[in-house]
């Protein structure tokens, strides 16, 4: 018989430790990391170049490049491209960030050696013809024209642009007109740059076997690397000074707002446990803004929080969309919720349900060698240390009352917030 009247016994985790990749070369003196304890017989590759789209003339030349690499490579065309990757159930993600560039090759063990070649060619030997590049650039103007008519896009280009300044590479924001007017060479220029010019990270996790590591080192052990260092683009944030922008939308429905403050780098030693203040403030569902604005407010169906940490600075980040009306109310409730942090109203029910909370976070972790390996990949992605995961644990058993005022009172002052605001002012209270 079932006991459904007694609840089961609630436990705290443990310390969490994480298996440790096996440390290689390929042939040609590229780095390997293997996470292979995977008891499926699939296998995730990825490769990791130290170069993005701010290294790239602006971040849609690298999104493009990176849409364009599948359209034909080395002897085989889109179509074939295609439907190699089809035919064997293979996925592939190959994406741009603001420092570092990615390919994501996910296939079944059996069918990874007949993948590899065309994987190896869309690195090496992109063909970028002109028929699918327009099809691509087209398909990406009309993108970015829908997506320009959402309030969410204009608060967050808004908010960037006060926080990163007006003319940063991660700030600047393509038009429609720019990326039609893309040409051929730009994008090959762009790739020689992202995935050309410097040699990559390997990383290879699940079911990983003897033949599996030969079949990699025969096709990506084989590429021709460069022994060249990745120079970064590293142009520090010079944000605005606090204050609120309003992005008119006439018609709009809704109003998109972000509230941005700047924040410490991630070396400062307040940045981890400023990063589980975040969390408490709105980073997760039973977070301070979910239950004030969502649950007893009404004013939204959701309200999140984030600390950012980029190369060139750091923010903590507020984002939510509301009805117009709702707008000013909302801003005020987040701005109070703030101030009362600072104040230490923090009770032992809220900080052990954050605490929990984020521990269930970094035991995800260590669910399966491809969230192990994504651990591993994230230390080089975000240019975290290696103990990261060790740190966390750490200043999570650390939090208490006091010390999560203190870190509200230094970093989530609300006389430092940059507001963005797009929507229908008439309609707004």
Known sequence: MLDRTTPPTISRFGHLTLPRPTLSTLSNNIPLSVIGNGADEICRLSLIWERGGAEAMTMHHGAITALMMREGAGSHTATEVADTLEFNGAQLRIDVGAHTSRLELTATNSRMPHVLPVIADIITAPQFPAHELGVVLENRARALEIERHKVGYHSRHAINAMMMGDSHPLAIEATPDAIRALARQEIVDTWRTLFN???????????????????????IGAMKVSAGEGCQNIIPFTPEDPGTKVIERHGSLQSAVRIALPAIPREHPDYIPLRILVTALGGYFGSRLMLNIREDKGYTYG????????????????????DNKYTNALIDETLGELDRMSSGDFTDTEIERVRSYVMSQLAAVSDTPFSICSYYENILLANVPADY??????????????????????YLRPSDARIAIAGDMKTQK
Not at 303 to 322: A, F
């Open 197 to 219: 010019s410097v040699s990559p990270s390997v990383f290879l996790a699940g079911h990983v076997t003897p033949a599996i590591t030969e079949a990699v080192d025969h096709t």
């Open 303 to 322: 309200i999140q929080s984030s600390l950012l940490g980029y190369r060139e600075g750091s923010m903590t980040m507020i984002g939510s969309e509301c």
């Open 389 to 410: 995961h060790e740190q966390q644990q750490q200043a999570l058993q650390a939090i208490n009352p006091d010390s999560l005022a203190r870190l509200a009172a230094d």
